[in-house]
């Protein structure tokens, strides 16, 4: 019984083996991207005003606002200071991310809003003019809603903030796509609608099937 | 019970040895057929499909167990290593080649699962299994409770079938039956 026992031990360290070695050979073969590369850094540090100037040729967003759809005005107030206490560490700078103020700057440049959360998240508000685009879309295909973007174009990813890694995966996806301006508004929807910034209920426009 | 002794040495024991299966043996069947499928499935989905391997390795990455900047290495060859060994494990049990080498192998795997499961749920974070790649069968895409229910019944499958020693349509009884004839 010992020596049975003891060759299940040694075929299930055979088959351990031969995995680990195939596995180590495809991963030196096919590489993937742990750190996605940075975006260029804004203009500004606060970006908050609006002061950035327009690009020369800024994209223009392709969706209007869906008939059914909600929007709720920034009541008119051009700079809303930051939700309190958002401060990013130098590191999550060095990896795209932004504040909420920074976030309503490119909002103004007509950049692109991603919405990363779940599909009753968006409907019930979201960054007006959003699209929602997770990250199981990017699954074996490009999704339609990114591929019809620019490359060069500003884009601004978000989800609920906070311990939410799904906004940096969506980022890390458009880079490989091609995207290079692609920034993760750190505070999330949540920070976005608590500094009183435009949003929006309903369908909006979001990738199919996700 | 005959003993492998016997067996070698008593004209006609193998054939004992290694008679009809026992009901565990035809029971397993099922079991085996759906622990590997899934298993298969789930590195088929981390391997090849288009971006497969890198949905993979953003899910290793949102455990938060290794740190990208300075463990990136280590998250590449996971993103590979596991679902390689699954491939193989998986395809063995369904096969029957080694079978309960590779049950246990799935058995192991099935209870780091777990322990990485309740790490993160412990840790608060809002992260997706990736268990299955980017499909989720039995379970909402968001990590919790669910998942491991989910795998400790994939793990009582693996012991089932670790703990039948004849395997009913398995390959590796053929090759016995061969040897003896």
Partial sequence: MACCFRSIWLQALALVGVGAAIGLADSMIRPVMIQRPPPPPLATAAGATGTQAPAADPPVKPAPTPPGTTVKPPDGAPAVPPPAGEVLTADLVAKGHITVAQALGLYGEQAYFIDARRQEEYEAGHVAGSFRVTLAAFSGKTPPIVGGLPRDGKVVVYCVGGNCDESEAVAKQMNLMGFVNVYVMHAGFPGWKDAGHPVETGPGVQEEGH | ?181
């Fill in chain 2, 1 to 181: 019970m005959t003993r492998v002794s016997d067996a070698t040495t008593t004209p006609g024991a193998g054939r004992r040895a290694c008679g009809p299966c026992n009901a565990l043996g035809i029971v397993c069947v099922p079991l085996r057929l759906a622990l590997g499928g899934l298993f298969v499935m789930a590195a088929y989905n981390k391997l090849f499909i288009p971006n497969g391997p890198q949905l993979f390795s953003t899910s290793i990455e949102a455990f938060k167990i290794f740190d990208p900047q300075t463990q990136g290495r280590l998250i590449q060859i996971g993103t590979f290593v596991m679902p390689w060994i699954e491939l193989l494990a998986g395809l063995a049990v369904v096969l029957g080649v080694f079978t309960r080498a590779a049950a246990l192998v799935l058995g192991s795997l099935l209870v780091f699962f777990i322990g990485l499961i309740a790490s993160a749920l412990l840790r608060g974070l809002n992260v997706k299994c990736g268990c299955f790649g980017s499909f989720s069968p039995f379970c909402p895409e968001q990590l919790g409770m669910c998942n491991i229910h989910q795998d400790a019944a994939m793990l009582l499958a693996a012991v089932a079938i670790m703990a039948t020693t004849r395997h009913a349509c398995a390959l590796e009884r053929l090759r016995r039956r061969t040897i003896e004839a």
